[in-house]
């Protein structure tokens, strides 16, 4: 809790002072030229300043912001019955909410153009045979259809902006469902990504089954 409230703090100290840098770097002062419509648009785009890789967003926000909203509720089944399990108080279902939060907004930070996906030597041997593409070959990826990127962080958005919803509804069984719809979303950025790779195996792998029956 503690943690996630830092980290909003940052974001938003990290956003207003880039704000405050544009204002300064305004040429409104007397005499300068006034920016044209486009290069007013592009001044605004240079105002981001992507840090975090997609490797670090996932890590420190959408990961965990996830794995607050599926373990918000479940229900485990004992000897004696079935255990429901789900936010019980205030306290409990603004945590859910603010997780949800976390999400939409990671979604719209994995948008931000010019981020890289990780950072430091690869291992791309290592990689390839884990299934996996090296964070070069995402990058490429990503660059050459940027709009099929979009599209699934977009989509991994409106998933959880499902489970904000349910979370301000304190509805334990629609927030369960939207941490299915969640999950389904990341796995969707994944298989295309991120291991591509292991779902050709898996699809070979199922092949040859299908063969032999
Ligand atoms: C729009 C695309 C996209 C979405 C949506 C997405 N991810 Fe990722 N994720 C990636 C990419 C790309 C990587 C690979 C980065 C790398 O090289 O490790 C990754 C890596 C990760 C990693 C590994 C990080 C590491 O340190 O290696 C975790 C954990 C992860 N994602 C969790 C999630 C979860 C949980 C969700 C949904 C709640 C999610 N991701 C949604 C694109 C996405």
Redesign the pocket.
Known sequence: MLKLRTLLVLIGAALFGSAVIAEQQSPAQAGAPQPTTSQRAAGQASTYRPVAT??EI??AI??P???AVFDAVSTEVTATGAVEKAPKNDEEWATVRNNALM?VEG?NL?MLPGRH??RGPVDAKAAHEAG?L??PE?EARVAKDRAT?NR??A??RNA?MVALKAAEARKPGDVQAAGEG??G??E???IR??YPDQVKTLDRADQALRKRK
Request: hydrophobic letters at 55%; glycine letters at 4%.
């Open positions: 997609v490797q996932m890590d959408i990961s912001a996830s794995k999400m979604a994995l996906i990780a996996e090296t964070p995402i990127w699934l962080a989509g991994f959880a969640v999950d979303a990341c969707n950025c994944h990504y991120w």
